[in-house]
Protein backbone atom coordinates (compact mmCIF):
# COMPACT_ATOMS: atom_id res chain seq x y z
CA UNK A 1 0.00 0.00 0.00
CA UNK A 2 1.47 2.97 -1.30
CA UNK A 3 1.34 6.41 0.61
CA UNK A 4 0.56 8.34 -2.09
CA UNK A 5 -2.61 7.34 -3.96
CA UNK A 6 -2.59 7.39 -7.86
CA UNK A 7 -5.14 5.41 -10.64
CA UNK A 8 -3.24 2.28 -11.39
CA UNK A 9 -4.39 2.85 -15.27
CA UNK A 10 -5.03 5.82 -17.33
CA UNK A 11 -5.33 5.95 -21.44
CA UNK A 12 -6.42 8.21 -24.33
CA UNK A 13 -6.02 8.36 -27.78
CA UNK A 14 -3.28 10.54 -29.52
CA UNK A 15 -3.74 14.18 -29.95
CA UNK A 16 -5.78 13.65 -26.33
CA UNK A 17 -5.31 15.41 -23.21
CA UNK A 18 -4.57 12.79 -20.23
CA UNK A 19 -4.69 13.73 -16.48
CA UNK A 20 -3.27 11.84 -13.94
CA UNK A 21 -4.10 12.37 -10.31
CA UNK A 22 -2.23 12.32 -7.35
CA UNK A 23 -3.02 12.30 -3.54
CA UNK A 24 -1.66 12.55 -0.35
CA UNK A 25 -1.85 13.66 3.25
CA UNK A 26 -1.04 17.36 4.99
CA UNK A 27 2.63 15.63 5.98
CA UNK A 28 3.81 15.19 2.42
CA UNK A 29 1.85 16.77 -0.26
CA UNK A 30 0.39 19.27 1.91
CA UNK A 31 3.71 20.72 2.77
CA UNK A 32 6.16 19.75 0.69
CA UNK A 33 6.79 19.65 -2.94
CA UNK A 34 5.40 17.17 -5.76
CA UNK A 35 7.70 15.37 -8.37
CA UNK A 36 6.95 13.08 -11.36
CA UNK A 37 8.66 10.24 -12.81
CA UNK A 38 8.25 8.56 -16.21
CA UNK A 39 9.51 4.91 -16.52
CA UNK A 40 9.51 3.85 -20.29
CA UNK A 41 9.50 0.22 -20.54
CA UNK A 42 12.72 -1.56 -19.21
CA UNK A 43 14.56 1.37 -18.45
CA UNK A 44 15.24 3.38 -15.28
CA UNK A 45 12.69 6.27 -13.77
CA UNK A 46 13.44 9.87 -15.36
CA UNK A 47 12.52 13.18 -13.94
CA UNK A 48 9.11 14.74 -15.44
CA UNK A 49 8.31 17.48 -13.08
CA UNK A 50 9.92 19.06 -10.69
CA UNK A 51 8.76 21.07 -7.46
CA UNK A 52 5.07 21.05 -8.29
CA UNK A 53 5.25 22.01 -11.65
CA UNK A 54 8.58 22.92 -13.10
CA UNK A 55 10.14 20.99 -16.03
CA UNK A 56 13.61 19.90 -16.20
CA UNK A 57 15.43 21.01 -19.21
CA UNK A 58 14.55 18.49 -22.41
CA UNK A 59 11.31 17.87 -21.11
CA UNK A 60 8.48 18.63 -23.79
CA UNK A 61 5.99 21.42 -22.65
CA UNK A 62 3.25 19.11 -23.42
CA UNK A 63 3.95 17.81 -19.48
CA UNK A 64 2.94 19.93 -16.91
CA UNK A 65 2.06 19.45 -13.17
CA UNK A 66 -0.41 21.10 -10.57
CA UNK A 67 -0.78 20.85 -7.12
CA UNK A 68 -3.74 21.73 -5.05
CA UNK A 69 -4.17 21.39 -1.14
CA UNK A 70 -3.19 17.69 -0.30
CA UNK A 71 -3.30 16.62 -4.44
CA UNK A 72 -1.40 16.65 -7.29
CA UNK A 73 -1.70 15.88 -11.06
CA UNK A 74 0.28 15.36 -14.11
CA UNK A 75 -0.90 16.53 -17.41
CA UNK A 76 -0.02 15.24 -20.93
CA UNK A 77 -2.02 17.12 -23.91
CA UNK A 78 -0.91 16.34 -27.54
CA UNK A 79 -0.42 13.03 -26.01
CA UNK A 80 1.81 10.98 -28.27
CA UNK A 81 2.68 6.94 -28.75
CA UNK A 82 5.80 7.37 -26.99
CA UNK A 83 4.17 8.93 -23.76
CA UNK A 84 3.25 5.22 -22.95
CA UNK A 85 5.01 4.54 -20.19
CA UNK A 86 4.56 4.29 -16.16
CA UNK A 87 4.27 7.32 -14.08
CA UNK A 88 5.04 8.01 -10.59
CA UNK A 89 4.17 10.98 -7.81
CA UNK A 90 6.29 11.51 -5.11
CA UNK A 91 7.44 13.53 -2.26
CA UNK A 92 9.29 14.02 1.01
CA UNK A 93 7.36 13.28 4.29
CA UNK A 94 7.80 15.19 7.21
CA UNK A 95 8.86 12.10 8.90
CA UNK A 96 11.91 11.77 6.86
CA UNK A 97 11.23 10.38 4.36
CA UNK A 98 10.61 10.12 0.59
CA UNK A 99 7.29 8.72 -0.33
CA UNK A 100 5.79 7.25 -3.64
CA UNK A 101 2.65 6.77 -5.38
CA UNK A 102 2.09 3.55 -6.51
CA UNK A 103 2.19 4.22 -10.12
CA UNK A 104 -0.35 4.81 -12.97
CA UNK A 105 0.27 2.91 -16.09
CA UNK A 106 -0.43 4.91 -19.11
CA UNK A 107 -2.05 3.54 -22.20
CA UNK A 108 -2.06 5.20 -25.53
CA UNK A 109 -4.65 3.75 -27.64
CA UNK B 1 28.85 12.61 -19.38
CA UNK B 2 26.74 12.24 -16.04
CA UNK B 3 26.52 8.49 -14.85
CA UNK B 4 25.87 6.20 -12.38
CA UNK B 5 26.63 2.93 -12.27
CA UNK B 6 25.07 0.31 -9.83
CA UNK B 7 26.99 -3.07 -8.91
CA UNK B 8 27.00 -5.54 -6.67
CA UNK B 9 23.63 -7.31 -7.10
CA UNK B 10 22.87 -11.16 -7.44
CA UNK B 11 21.53 -14.23 -5.61
CA UNK B 12 21.71 -14.48 -1.93
CA UNK B 13 20.29 -16.66 0.48
CA UNK B 14 17.46 -15.33 3.50
CA UNK B 15 19.13 -14.08 5.93
CA UNK B 16 22.37 -13.52 3.91
CA UNK B 17 24.21 -10.08 3.06
CA UNK B 18 25.15 -8.30 -0.03
CA UNK B 19 26.79 -4.93 -0.58
CA UNK B 20 26.01 -2.62 -3.64
CA UNK B 21 28.24 0.18 -5.10
CA UNK B 22 27.19 2.71 -7.04
CA UNK B 23 30.40 4.75 -9.14
CA UNK B 24 29.14 8.35 -9.81
CA UNK B 25 31.13 9.99 -12.93
CA UNK B 26 30.35 13.65 -15.14
CA UNK B 27 29.61 15.69 -12.05
CA UNK B 28 30.56 16.86 -9.03
CA UNK B 29 29.58 13.86 -6.31
CA UNK B 30 30.26 15.04 -2.99
CA UNK B 31 28.03 18.21 -3.67
CA UNK B 32 24.97 15.78 -4.00
CA UNK B 33 23.16 14.03 -1.80
CA UNK B 34 22.08 10.66 -2.70
CA UNK B 35 19.46 7.93 -2.71
CA UNK B 36 18.74 4.29 -3.11
CA UNK B 37 15.40 3.00 -4.64
CA UNK B 38 13.82 -0.14 -4.97
CA UNK B 39 11.55 -1.78 -7.39
CA UNK B 40 10.11 -5.26 -6.99
CA UNK B 41 9.43 -7.41 -9.90
CA UNK B 42 6.09 -6.15 -11.37
CA UNK B 43 5.58 -3.22 -8.73
CA UNK B 44 6.51 0.12 -8.12
CA UNK B 45 9.27 2.17 -6.96
CA UNK B 46 9.86 2.44 -3.09
CA UNK B 47 12.59 4.41 -1.50
CA UNK B 48 15.21 2.78 0.35
CA UNK B 49 17.47 5.47 1.79
CA UNK B 50 19.20 9.11 1.55
CA UNK B 51 22.44 10.35 2.49
CA UNK B 52 23.25 14.00 2.28
CA UNK B 53 26.72 15.29 0.39
CA UNK B 54 28.46 14.82 3.61
CA UNK B 55 26.91 11.88 5.49
CA UNK B 56 25.68 14.01 7.97
CA UNK B 57 22.23 13.15 7.56
CA UNK B 58 21.30 9.79 6.86
CA UNK B 59 17.69 8.74 6.41
CA UNK B 60 16.24 5.24 5.74
CA UNK B 61 12.36 3.45 5.01
CA UNK B 62 11.52 1.78 7.82
CA UNK B 63 11.00 -1.86 5.69
CA UNK B 64 14.83 -1.48 5.79
CA UNK B 65 15.89 0.29 8.84
CA UNK B 66 18.20 -1.83 11.06
CA UNK B 67 19.45 -3.89 7.90
CA UNK B 68 20.33 -2.08 5.51
CA UNK B 69 23.12 0.52 5.85
CA UNK B 70 23.99 3.56 3.47
CA UNK B 71 27.46 5.24 3.10
CA UNK B 72 29.26 7.25 0.73
CA UNK B 73 33.15 8.00 -0.01
CA UNK B 74 33.59 11.21 -1.38
CA UNK B 75 37.31 10.57 -2.55
CA UNK B 76 36.03 7.77 -4.68
CA UNK B 77 33.09 9.22 -5.91
CA UNK B 78 31.48 5.92 -4.78
CA UNK B 79 28.05 5.60 -2.83
CA UNK B 80 27.07 2.23 -1.19
CA UNK B 81 24.44 0.39 0.15
CA UNK B 82 25.62 -2.61 2.90
CA UNK B 83 22.18 -4.99 2.55
CA UNK B 84 22.11 -7.35 5.77
CA UNK B 85 19.46 -9.83 7.33
CA UNK B 86 17.85 -10.38 3.55
CA UNK B 87 14.70 -10.98 3.07
CA UNK B 88 12.23 -12.33 0.03
CA UNK B 89 10.67 -9.51 -0.10
CA UNK B 90 14.21 -7.10 -0.35
CA UNK B 91 13.83 -8.95 -3.83
CA UNK B 92 13.84 -6.32 -6.54
CA UNK B 93 16.18 -3.71 -9.22
CA UNK B 94 18.29 -1.55 -7.14
CA UNK B 95 18.56 2.41 -8.58
CA UNK B 96 20.89 4.84 -6.89
CA UNK B 97 20.07 8.53 -7.84
CA UNK B 98 21.12 11.87 -7.25
CA UNK B 99 19.33 14.53 -5.73
CA UNK B 100 20.24 18.11 -6.78
CA UNK B 101 19.81 21.01 -4.67
CA UNK B 102 18.53 22.95 -8.26
CA UNK B 103 15.54 20.25 -8.93
CA UNK B 104 15.38 18.93 -5.08
CA UNK B 105 14.42 15.61 -7.03
CA UNK B 106 15.96 12.66 -8.08
CA UNK B 107 16.71 13.76 -11.12
CA UNK B 108 20.08 10.69 -12.38
CA UNK B 109 19.91 7.94 -12.08
CA UNK B 110 21.68 4.71 -12.84
CA UNK B 111 20.63 1.88 -14.75
CA UNK B 112 19.32 -0.21 -11.68
CA UNK B 113 21.43 -3.89 -10.27
CA UNK B 114 19.43 -6.98 -9.30
CA UNK B 115 19.32 -8.36 -5.81
CA UNK B 116 17.26 -11.98 -5.84
CA UNK B 117 16.56 -13.28 -2.38
CA UNK B 118 15.66 -16.97 -2.77
CA UNK B 119 16.95 -20.46 -1.18
Known amino acids: QSVLTQPPSASGTPGQRVTISCSGS????????VYWYQQLPGTAPKLLIY???QRPSGVPDRFSGSKSGTSASLAISGLRSEDEADYYC??????????FGGGTKLTVL | EVQLVESGGGLVKPGGSLRLSCAAS????????MNWVRQAPGKGLEWVSS????????YYADSVKGRFTISRDNAKNSLYLQMNSLRAEDTAVYYC????????????WGQGTTVTVSS
Open chain 1, 26 to 33: SSNIGSNY
Open chain 1, 51 to 53: RNN
Open chain 2, 51 to 58: ISSSSSYI
Open chain 2, 26 to 33: GFTFSSYS
Open chain 2, 97 to 108: ATETPGTGGMDV
Open chain 1, 90 to 99: AAWDDSLNWV
